[in-house]
């Protein structure tokens, strides 16, 4: 399976609201990275820490969708572009994968910064 389809299967496990469908395109050590200037932003690794980084981004975002607009591979590497949007805020983003084998190993999300994101009440 090509790079491309294994995020996309992703994008859509995510969209789906299954974790474990997410889960199975990473490596178990992955390296998850967040920009700092987004609430749920920082640095993650492994299965539990990608786990916490959604139970972050659900305490943050309301009702958060992830849209894909682009998706560009070159050998290893996968750019994805798209939009976030919830009822509290949207943004464009970036998402950076590398890949080794069959999983991503290493994943990083750049956004413009600053994003505003009013936190849910």
Known sequence: ???????????????AGDLNGVLSALDPDIEWRVP??????????????????FGRLAQTLEAPEVDVEAVLEDGDR???????????TAYPFV?????????AI??????????TIPLPA
């Open 1 to 15: 399976m090509a790079h491309t389809d294994t995020l996309r299967d992703a994008y859509a496990a995510f969209k």
């Open 36 to 53: 700092t200037a987004l609430p749920q932003g920082g640095d993650f690794h492994g299965h539990d820490g990608v786990i916490a980084y």
């Open 78 to 88: 996968v750019v994805v572009l798209g939009r976030v949007t919830a009822r509290n």
């Open 95 to 103: 998402h950076s994968w590398q890949f080794e084998g069959a999983r």
């Open 106 to 115: 290493r994943f990083a999300e750049y956004v413009d910064a600053p994003v």
